[in-house]
């Protein structure tokens, strides 16, 4: 599994991007960095995207990749929930419209194809195994894990805050992606908006420890990418990584792990 990390922040500039990953070139999570990180035979070569939940850093590259795919007379196939749906229906809907609504348009083949999934209910992509787990944000919201027909295991948590602890018996992941949004500092506020600090990550990997006997490589996205909070999630990421004796890691944009 070859996996590119397109967005790693909650935010976006000349250099960061939010959160997106592609897999084996084919399969993505997330449209935060689709656009601005793919050329468009990249984006074209995407036969499934999926969706962790509504939020707009996780849905914002949807409408244009609609326009490409349909200028190339295509369709993209996008996963998710049904919240995600009614989000995108009301975007494209909007009194007066937003823009044209792919989901609907051209009547004959809509440029883009949703399909409803259901919460731990497996499905597959070619020969890749798909699980949504539900996770602990302020809206409804998955997160994936994806096994390769290799047996290759990679869990993605999209935004979630603390209590993992019931979802981690569903997964067996080799590598763990999962958002660690703000410094320590910023607990009151990660806690009330349902993100994880690098103190939650902590508690959240010990109880997987427990649970499941082991700690995989884990590579933290949606970081506040502005100074001085990146250092400060840097170097307490750091810490813990130290505490726990594991492997963690922040991702950036343009970062490549093969597992
Ligand atoms: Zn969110
Ligand atoms: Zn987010």
């Not at 981690?168 to 320590?184: F, G, K, Q």
């Not at 959240?204 to 250092?231: C, N």
């Amino acid at each position: 599994m070859n996996i590119r990390f397109l967005g790693t922040h909650n935010s976006e500039s000349k250099d960061v991007r939010p959160a997106c990953i592609l897999i084996d070139n084919f399969l993505a999570i997330d449209a935060g960095g689709l656009i601005s990180s793919l050329t468009f035979s990249e984006q074209l070569a995407i036969e499934a995207l999926l969706i962790t939940h509504h939020h707009y850093d996780h849905i914002k590259d949807i409408p244009m990749m609609g326009m490409n795919f349909y200028v190339q007379k295509a369709g993209i196939n996008i996963y998710s929930i049904p919240s995600v749906y009614e989000a995108l229906a009301y975007l494209f809907e909007y009194p007066g419209k937003l823009y044209t609504n792919f989901l609907n348009h051209p009547p004959e083949h809509p440029a883009i194809n949703f399909t409803a999934i259901e919460p731990l209910k497996p499905f597959s992509i070619k020969q890749y195994q798909i699980l949504a787990v539900p996770v602990k944000h302020s809206v409804p919201s998955v997160g994936y894990q994806i096994t390769t027909p290799r047996g290759k295991n990679l869990f993605y948590s999209g935004d979630t805050g603390k209590g993992l602890e019931d979802i981690w018996r569903y997964i067996s992941p080799d590598l763990i992606v999962i958002e660690v949004t703000a410094a320590d500092g910023f607990l009151k506020s990660a806690t009330e908006t349902n993100h994880l600090t690098p103190g939650l990550l902590k508690d959240e990997l010990t109880s997987f420890r427990k649970i499941k006997g082991y700690l995989p490589k884990i590579i933290t996205v949606h970081m506040f990418p502005q100074s001085p909070e990146k250092e400060l999630i840097e170097d307490e990421l750091k810490q813990v990584a130290v505490e726990l004796n594991a492997d963690i890691i922040p991702g950036y944009e343009g970062m490549q792990i093969t597992l």
